[in-house]
């Protein structure tokens, strides 16, 4: 580890992953800090790495927005805000701490005056707090915004960084809405900041339960020996949601669930699902191998076979009567916007050759759950009676992302009796009882990894355009080919998905 990276001590053996990392002297710099995701993800997580002991004594927090604040409003936005998301109990010490390195900024994104601003209190703050002159700009603004505050950075020198410390940029997705926007994008943004310089975040990779992913497969001997086409029968990655878009319509029409999730999310778990073993852990490593993953992807043929699309209808959810789609505040009657997709894709590699990997994701569903389900083949030669495994499915390995973080086993045992029936049990494993330590939220991981400069957990250029490769034809063809089949609130999708896999001779779990 560097030393402008983070603390280093001295008496820990580097090479020891058990101790803490913990960051050097260092700053944020939140644009966007009014927004949702800023009040209760970004600042309760700053917080939650105080509290945890992960920050330097004068780490500092600025705040940009089009708000007339004072300093002191600023601060009490940010405790309230602590007060009710942080993970780890409220410390009026720790806050306290916080809260002295706490500055804001007032203005537009094309303001020159906030932006000089914005430089003065930077470097006031390396005076006063000791920040070594690094900084991170996350920008929590729609994506339209991205040129114009990366160009105001460079404009007013806040990207370039002071001999011996280092500037980082912090980019929330969507990255783009396409591959041509996404390379656009690309383009100004490494005009201002080198590629090592820029964390694309995707949340979903800060979580516990998908770095699992990598631990279950590499670090024991039981999983990969099976991991393959000779034992693998498919594959299933769902996101499902059982909330509609809130107060979302400005944001998600015109978007939808494909772009909003598939794009990044459930590739990402793909990649990390039928990736090779890396090298090593460290960032090019694994990039180097979700990429060769990525490029090994084939978009299906059929598309009008192989991909479904869906608007939720009104329903029931959790007892109570909703909208549809197409009701929602704000939303275009006429929308085409999907709010559920299924896409069946296949990796072209000698490891994955003929296994579907099949992706779906949508709002309104019957309940709110992430997983990978690996689904294994059924055994070649049986010598039980047909009637004795009538109620046995197929083995499977589910990795639950959220909300019950855990791996469950299903399997055959034999029902105890007399008589040789066999029927699924599973074997789980719950991150809740085996470990006593809570696990951190994925934004305190992913912020820590920022300050750090360790890229693990963050997307490349690479990949952000090689998943639009993929998707962009499936939306295009949706643009072509009529409208989103609808599904009731509170179902699990619209019939199509169940024909796309029954096709197959397959059905979708139903967590």
Same mark, same amino acid.
Do not use: C
């Given at each position: 580890?560097? !030393?402008?990276?983070?603390?280093?001590?001295? *008496?820990?053996?580097?090479?020891?992953?058990? *101790? @803490?990392?913990?960051?050097?002297?260092?700053?944020?710099?939140?644009?966007?800090?009014?927004?949702?995701?800023?009040?209760?993800?970004?600042?309760?997580?700053?917080?939650?790495?105080?509290?945890?002991?992960? $920050? @330097?004594?004068?780490? %500092?927090?600025?705040?940009?927005?089009?708000?007339?604040?004072?300093?002191?409003?600023?601060?009490?936005?940010?405790?309230? %805000?602590?007060?009710?998301?942080?993970?780890?109990?409220?410390?009026?010490?720790?806050?306290?701490? $916080?809260?002295?390195?706490?500055?804001?900024?007032?203005?537009?994104?094309?303001?020159?005056?906030?932006?000089?601003?914005?430089?003065?209190?930077? &470097?006031?703050?390396?005076?006063?707090?000791?920040?070594?002159?690094?900084?991170?700009?996350?920008?929590?603004?729609?994506?339209?915004?991205? @040129?114009?505050?990366?160009?105001?950075?460079?404009?007013?020198?806040?990207?370039?960084?002071?001999?011996?410390?280092?500037?980082?940029?912090?980019?929330?997705?969507?990255?783009?809405?396409?591959?041509?926007?996404?390379?656009?994008?690309?383009?100004?943004?490494?005009?201002?900041?080198?590629?090592?310089?820029?964390?694309?975040?995707?949340?979903?990779?800060?979580?516990?339960?998908?770095?699992?992913?990598?631990?279950?497969?590499?670090?024991?001997?039981?999983?990969? +020996?099976?991991?393959?086409?000779?034992?693998?029968?498919?594959?299933?990655?769902?996101?499902?949601?059982?909330?509609?878009?809130?107060?979302?319509?400005?944001?998600?029409?015109?978007?939808?669930?494909?772009? &909003?999730?598939?794009?990044?999310?459930?590739?990402? *778990?793909?990649?990390?699902?039928?990736?090779?073993?890396?090298?090593?852990?460290?960032?090019?490593?694994?990039?180097?191998?979700?990429?060769?993953?990525?490029?090994?992807?084939?978009?299906?043929?059929?598309?009008?076979?192989?991909?479904?699309?869906?608007?939720?209808?009104?329903?029931?959810?959790?007892?109570?009567?909703?909208?549809?789609? *197409?009701?929602?505040?704000?939303?275009?009657?006429?929308?085409?916007?999907?709010?559920?997709?299924?896409?069946?894709?296949?990796? &072209?590699?000698?490891?994955?050759?003929?296994?579907?990997?099949?992706?779906?994701?949508?709002?309104?569903?019957?309940?709110?759950?992430?997983?990978?389900?690996?689904?294994?083949?059924?055994?070649?030669?049986?010598?039980?009676?047909?009637?004795?495994?009538?109620? $046995?499915?197929?083995?499977?390995?589910?990795?639950?992302?959220? +909300?019950?973080?855990?791996?469950?086993?299903?399997?055959? %045992?034999?029902?105890?009796?007399?008589?040789? !029936?066999?029927?699924?049990?599973?074997?789980?494993?719950?991150?809740?009882?085996?470990?006593?330590?809570?696990?951190?939220?994925?934004? !305190?991981?992913?912020?820590?990894?920022?300050?750090?400069?360790?890229?693990?957990?963050?997307?490349?250029?690479?990949?952000? !355009?090689?998943?639009?490769?993929?998707?962009? +034809?499936?939306?295009?063809?949706?643009?072509?080919?009529?409208?989103?089949?609808?599904?009731?609130?509170?179902?699990?999708?619209?019939?199509?998905?169940?024909?796309?896999?029954?096709?197959?001779? =397959?059905?979708? =779990?139903? +967590?």
């Amino acid at each position: 580890m560097s !030393e402008i990276s983070g603390w280093v001590n001295p *008496l820990r053996d580097p090479q020891d992953r058990r *101790l @803490p990392r913990i960051a050097g002297p260092s700053g944020l710099v939140i644009f966007g800090v009014t927004g949702d995701l800023s009040r209760k993800k970004l600042m309760p997580a700053v917080y939650d790495l105080a509290n945890r002991g992960l $920050l @330097p004594p004068g780490f %500092s927090l600025i705040g940009f927005a089009r708000r007339d604040w004072e300093n002191e409003d600023f601060a009490q936005i940010v405790h309230d %805000s602590v007060k009710e998301h942080s993970r780890t109990p409220f410390r009026e010490e720790i806050w306290q701490q $916080l809260a002295d390195g706490m500055r804001f900024i007032p203005g537009e994104f094309d303001d020159d005056e906030a932006f000089r601003r914005l430089r003065e209190t930077v &470097d006031e703050l390396d005076a006063a707090r000791g920040t070594s002159g690094n900084f991170a700009f996350y920008l929590s603004v729609p994506p339209k915004f991205f @040129p114009k505050v990366v160009q105001q950075l460079k404009k007013h020198g806040l990207s370039d960084a002071p001999e011996g410390s280092w500037r980082r940029a912090v980019i929330e997705k969507p990255f783009g809405h396409d591959l041509g926007s996404a390379q656009e994008l690309n383009q100004v943004v490494h005009e201002v900041f080198a590629p090592d310089q820029v964390f694309r975040i995707d949340h979903y990779l800060g979580k516990e339960t998908v770095q699992n992913i990598l631990a279950l497969r590499f670090a024991n001997t039981m999983f990969e +020996p099976i991991w393959n086409r000779s034992y693998v029968d498919h594959v299933q990655i769902t996101m499902a949601e059982d909330i509609g878009i809130g107060g979302r319509a400005g944001y998600y029409d015109g978007i939808g669930s494909a772009r &909003d999730v598939i794009q990044n999310h459930l590739l990402q *778990l793909l990649a990390l699902t039928a990736m090779e073993e890396p090298g090593a852990f460290d960032a090019e490593s694994l990039v180097a191998e979700k990429l060769k993953v990525l490029k090994a992807v084939k978009v299906p043929a059929d598309l009008g076979r192989d991909t479904v699309r869906g608007q939720y209808a009104a329903g029931w959810q959790g007892g109570e009567k909703v909208v549809g789609y *197409l009701q929602e505040d704000g939303i275009d009657p006429q929308s085409k916007t999907d709010t559920y997709a299924a896409v069946k894709l296949e990796v &072209d590699n000698r490891r994955w050759a003929g296994v579907p990997f099949y992706l779906r994701t949508g709002k309104r569903l019957g309940r709110r759950v992430t997983e990978i389900a690996v689904v294994f083949q059924r055994a070649p030669h049986s010598p039980f009676d047909r009637t004795a495994t009538e109620e $046995l499915s197929q083995n499977a390995l589910v990795i639950r992302v959220q +909300p019950d973080e855990g791996v469950t086993v299903r399997f055959g %045992s034999k029902v105890p009796g007399t008589s040789m !029936e066999i029927r699924d049990v599973t074997m789980d494993f719950a991150y809740g009882e085996s470990f006593t330590e809570s696990s951190p939220e994925a934004y !305190e991981r992913l912020i820590l990894d920022v300050l750090l400069g360790d890229a693990n957990l963050f997307p490349r250029t690479e990949e952000v !355009e090689e998943s639009w490769r993929i998707l962009d +034809p499936i939306e295009d063809h949706w643009d072509r080919h009529g409208r989103p089949e609808q599904y009731t609130a509170g179902t699990w999708g619209p019939k199509a998905a169940d024909k796309m896999l029954a096709r197959d001779g =397959r059905s979708w =779990r139903r +967590p």
